[in-house]
């Protein structure tokens, strides 16, 4: 609004701020609206992808300890096996002492007997390794097991992991063309409200060509208070209706040629200049030139400008075009500017 003003202080009156501007403008909130739904989606993709992840670690980390695990089951089992062979080879050298020794009669008989005990003692041991054997063969089956149920486990989530990928890539892409769709659009309605607001001006530039107290500025028609209202009241004179009479057969011819999908609509703002008034009705600046553009308003909309095409603003004194406090100066400043623009 700073380069705005400045804008309007320069030479006789200077460029007003472009119409199109206030589009670039709503562009720009789309955009930004675009680039907050983008990282609420990058957001709880990441989130998600890190719970996924976060799953992984824990499922590596049992499959680790399940690794640990079935390798020292592994080795006890190899260790019960060795042990198993060992007696399992001296069960067959007792085995065959006792045939050879089973012969001698006298004896005989005593040791026999005591290599029957040691037999004996060796098959309960051998039963027993056997037993134990068995118990560690099948936990590590049940190992196998575990860690077969884990990897695949581990593949479902590579698989939703990638999945997951796969559709963030697919929401930016669609994103991104969206983006561009609306561009071209919006780019298409400022080409088309220019063209209509140069009919606009060239049609009241030729209605009101001979006042002297109208004029055109950048894009926006600008219209002196005196010419429109007494001095501190908000209530046209018979000259103002009579402007306000072609500026509302301009806009009506206008309104049947502009396509429906363009929201436009006129802008009316009243300015006055720095003196305060401070009247019962107008207690300030403010009201007295926003009623006046509503008075505007109000006169196009019992004329046939369809009232929801109009907007009315009060500028007060503080948006000048002369920074001097000469009459010449206020007066200018003392106004209604009216511009075509979208909504």
């Known amino acids: 609004m700073a380069r705005r003003g400045r804008a309007r202080r320069g030479g006789d009156y200077g460029d007003f701020w472009p119409g199109y501007v206030d589009v670039l403008s709503t562009l720009l909130l789309v955009v ?23 799953a992984l670690k824990r499922l590596n980390r049992q499959i680790a300890e399940l690794t640990s695990l079935l390798s020292l089951e592994k080795t006890r089992s190899k260790g019960a096996t060795d042990e198993l062979a060992a007696l399992q080879a001296t ?13 001698f009669a006298l004896s005989g008989d005593a040791e026999a007997k005591s290599q029957a005990e040691k037999i004996g003692t060796l098959e309960a041991d051998l039963s027993e390794q056997k037993k134990v054997s ?29 999945a997951s990928e796969k559709k963030d ?35 009241l530039r030729e209605q009101l060509k001979e006042r002297k107290d109208i004029r055109v500025v950048g894009d926006r028609f600008v219209f002196e208070s005196e010419v429109l209202f007494p001095s501190g009241q908000a209530s046209m004179t ?27 609509v006129l802008q009316v703002d009243g300015h006055t200049d720095i003196r305060p008034i401070n009247s019962p009705q107008f ?10 553009a509503v008075s505007v308003v109000k006169y196009l909309a ?26 010449a100066s206020l007066k200018k400043n003392r106004r209604i500017e009216l511009k075509l623009t979208n909504r």
């Open 134 to 162: 068995d118990e560690a063969l099948a936990r590590v089956d049940l190992l196998n097991q575990q860690l077969l149920a884990l990897r695949r486990q581990i593949a479902a989530l590579n698989d939703a992991l990638e």
């Open 91 to 103: 069960l067959s050298t007792l085995q065959n002492e006792n045939a050879r020794i089973s012969g």
């Open 283 to 292: 207690p300030s600046n403010w009201e007295l030139s926003t009623t006046r």
């Open 169 to 203: 890539q697919e929401s930016q892409d669609r994103i991104k063309d969206l983006g561009s769709r609306l561009n071209a659009a919006l780019a298409r309605q400022v080409q088309e409200l220019q063209r209509y607001r140069s009919d606009f001006f060239g049609r």
């Open 32 to 54: 930004i609206f675009l680039m907050s739904i983008f990282m609420l989606a990058q957001y709880f993709a990441g989130q998600e992808a890190s719970g996924k992840d976060d």
């Open 238 to 264: 018979p000259e103002g209706l009579a402007a306000m009479d072609e500026l509302a057969r301009a806009i009506g011819e206008l309104a049947n040629t502009i396509p429906p999908e363009i929201d436009w």
């Open 302 to 327: 019992s004329r046939g400008v369809p009232p929801n095409r109009l907007v009315a603003a009060g500028y007060g004194e503080f948006q000048p075009i002369e920074s001097g406090d000469d009459d």
